[in-house]
């Protein structure tokens, strides 16, 4: 049973538009979200989180959108490069003091095209 | 720094065969995990440490599979004996404190078991 769920295996967008990734999850625990991005043959590197407190956090060109009532979260590039061509993971952890488990989604290809 | 290290990065192994997989995490992290990454499961914690003290294990899939932190330094994954089921990328990764901070990937081992 998937607990994030991210629908979408492969995105495909053009150098300079938006790219969106949507993840879902259903464990209402759930307090903690968090983007990574992995590029072939390394590992997952950290990219962008939200706490349950807030709705949206932004980096640069990386904004995350928490929507709690939905039970959904999502990651816009903008614009996007073709160095963000990687696979990204959408990875949730719980509340509680001791509760380090994080909970990846399967990942999203996404392909940036010149 | 140099970041997490895994060795080695790729295995091939035959069924039955013991393998250990290896990682040497950031210096000054006081937390190790493993994970390990399939195409049918994505990515999943199988267990982690904290100060070399296994604090949750429930993503070990079997008795097979046996993991060890005897330093700060230095933790083996191993599996005896190895089943073509196996097969995956096994990730390190390392945190100060995974409540505030990030968690920090290696390289990963590819393993390949025939």
């Known amino acids: 049973d998937q607990q994030v769920k991210q629908n979408s295996p492969s995105l495909s967008v053009q150098e300079g538009r938006i790219s969106i990734l949507n993840c879902d999850y259903t464990n209402s625990m759930f307090d903690y979200f968090l983007w990574y991005k992995k590029y072939p043959a390394e590992g997952p590197t950290f990219l962008i989180s939200i706490s349950s407190i807030k709705d949206k956090n932004e980096d640069g060109r990386f904004t995350v959108f928490l929507n709690k009532s939905a039970k959904h979260l999502s990651l816009h590039i903008v614009p996007s490069q073709p160095g963000d061509s990687a696979v990204y993971f959408c990875a949730a952890r719980g509340s509680g003091g001791s509760n380090y488990k994080l909970t990846f989604g399967k990942g999203t290809l996404l392909t940036v095209n010149p | 720094d140099a970041g997490v290290i895994q060795s080695p990065r790729h295995e091939v192994t035959e069924m039955g065969q013991e393998v250990t997989l290896r990682c040497k995490p950031i210096?000054?992290?006081?937390?190790l995990f493993w994970y390990r990454q399939t195409m049918m499961r994505g990515l999943e914690l199988l267990i982690y440490?904290?100060?070399?003290?296994?604090?949750?294990d429930s993503g070990m899939p079997e008795d097979r599979f046996s993991a060890k932190m005897p330093n700060a330094s230095f933790s083996t994954l191993k599996i005896q004996p190895s089943e073509p089921r196996d097969s995956a990328v096994y990730f390190c990764?390392?945190?100060?404190?995974?409540?505030?901070?990030?968690?920090?990937f290696g390289p990963g081992t590819r393993l390949t078991v025939l």
């Open positions: 440490f904290n100060n070399n003290v296994p604090i949750d």
């Open positions: 210096s000054g992290h006081d937390y």
């Open positions: 990764a390392s945190s100060f404190d995974p409540h505030t901070d990030t968690q920090y």
